[in-house]
């Protein structure tokens, strides 16, 4: 769930996809996904293409257009899709073509390369496996679990079942993360916008999706705990108009 606070229509997007850690019937979503940030003018896959692996993504690359990379393993154990995809990202960032990248893998391998990236000024987001690295969660600057695209969910028990190990705190409750994420929007009024409080929550937390704790948007993960916080605007209308998050403490 893209978290829109400004225009991101001009980003023109490289999208490089590490085949060893990718999965060919997520493709349409991954593509959904980053064009919510931008124009995806470069669009690559890199793997082997003589093993057995790759073949589900063969029929994948001429429907969605996606131009595979050839790069051999010539040790085994090593995964020589890495160093293939880093030099083209470089040579990418300095061609002039592109302003933002989409790396989509869970390896921490590529934690390097997304902070070099973001050093020349560049955009970046990463697409993984809640399993993913948080070293390289935290280099980009958008990071999407793929288990929150709607290829991978799983229709949620109606019966209130409790699970059969525990969920870790930032995954099941959100609360300090939104509280957090509010006391940096905030103004002197003790209000927060609402696309800023998005912001602050990107900062924070690069990884985080309403999707992750069950909505698909902000403000309704918000109006989920009317208990923390207080939400304001949302019948105006106009150009101008904008919605407004407090605490229930601050405005108590």
């Given at each position: 769930m893209a978290i829109h606070t400004s225009d991101h229509?001009?980003?023109r997007f490289a999208l490089l996809i590490d085949g060893d850690n990718a999965q060919p019937k997520l493709i349409k979503d991954i593509l959904t996904e980053t064009g919510k940030y931008g124009v995806i003018s470069v669009r690559r896959i890199y793997g082997d293409w003589t093993t057995a692996n790759m073949n589900g993504w063969k029929e994948t690359l001429h429907t969605y257009a996606i131009q595979p990379i050839q790069q051999f393993r010539y040790t085994i154990g090593k995964n020589a899709t890495d160093s293939a995809m880093i030099i083209d990202a470089m040579d990418l960032v300095y061609s002039g073509t592109v302003d933002s990248f989409c790396l989509?893998?869970?390896?921490?391998?590529?934690?390097?390369?997304?902070?070099?990236?973001?050093?020349?000024?560049?955009f970046v987001m990463g697409i993984g496996?809640?399993?993913?690295?948080?070293?390289?969660?935290?280099?980009?600057e958008v990071f999407l679990f793929t288990e929150n695209f709607t290829s991978n969910q799983k229709p949620r028990p109606t019966t209130s079942t409790k699970p059969s190990t525990p969920q870790k705190e930032d995954e099941s409750d959100?609360?300090?993360?939104?509280?957090s994420a509010w006391e940096m929007a905030s103004g002197d009024d003790g209000?927060?916008?609402l696309s800023d409080l998005g912001n602050a929550l990107r900062k924070l937390d690069p990884s985080f999706d309403p999707r992750t704790y069950g909505h698909n948007q902000l403000l309704k993960l918000i109006q989920a705990h009317k208990d923390k916080f207080r939400v304001r605007g949302l019948n105006r209308e106009g150009p101008s108009s904008a919605i407004f998050v407090t605490t229930k403490e601050n405005n108590s």
């Open positions: 229509s001009n980003r989509v893998s869970s390896d921490s391998d590529y934690t390097r390369l997304a902070t070099r990236i973001r050093e020349t000024g560049m496996k809640k399993m993913t690295p948080r070293a390289f969660v935290n280099a980009c959100p609360i300090r993360l939104l509280e209000w927060a916008v």
